[in-house]
């Protein structure tokens, strides 16, 4: 599994120091083994049970590493926005059990990512160029069909326009 993740880095990016997380459903050995193998550090998230919360505790100070920079902000704080937009954009429920049924599901919401990006980048300012994918549905994309009757013909439009209510 790593490897395939590393796989779809640039090759330029290789070479920076890497940081894999998982929760507890991609957490094994092999998986930590394999980062420790490869010196790429890692972080699994999963329930905090009490036998757990006693095993952090009895850490020594020293283990510790700051999480939020001088700024106020976390060092790849992005990624886990990527993370949720693509819950957002259709990634959160997958409609089949095995990967591979699920491929055109997850190239389709990748799709619907980058064009929501690119819209922000290109067409979009102030608020709505930093919204969320939810916030852009109910604020851009389902204004389209307001105000028009539903069965007068579509004038023909020179370009395009994106209103925000």
């Not at 023909?156 to 994106?162: E, H, K, Y």
Request: glycine share 6%; net charge neutral; hydrophobic share 40%.
């Amino acid at each position: 599994m790593l490897g395939l993740a590393l796989a779809q880095l640039p090759a330029a990016e290789l070479d920076r120091e890497i940081l894999a997380r998982t929760d507890i459903g991609g957490q094994t050995h092999q998986f930590t083994r394999d980062c420790r193998e490869a010196n790429i550090g890692f972080s699994v998230g999963y329930e905090l049970t009490e036998t757990v919360r006693a095993a952090i505790l009895d850490l020594p100070e020293s283990s510790w590493v700051q999480a939020i920079n001088a700024d106020g902000d976390r060092d790849g704080a992005w990624v886990e926005d990527s993370i949720r937009a693509g819950k957002d954009t259709g990634m959160r429920n997958l409609p089949h059990h095995a990967f591979e049924h699920n491929q055109t599901w997850l190239e389709t919401s990748l799709m619907a990512q980058d064009l929501l990006t690119w819209t922000k980048l290109i067409r979009l300012d102030g608020e709505l160029a930093r919204a969320e994918p939810k916030r852009l549905r109910q604020r851009a994309l389902h204004i389209a069909a307001k105000g028009r009757p539903s069965r007068a013909p579509h004038p023909p439009q020179a370009r395009s326009r994106l209103a925000v209510v």
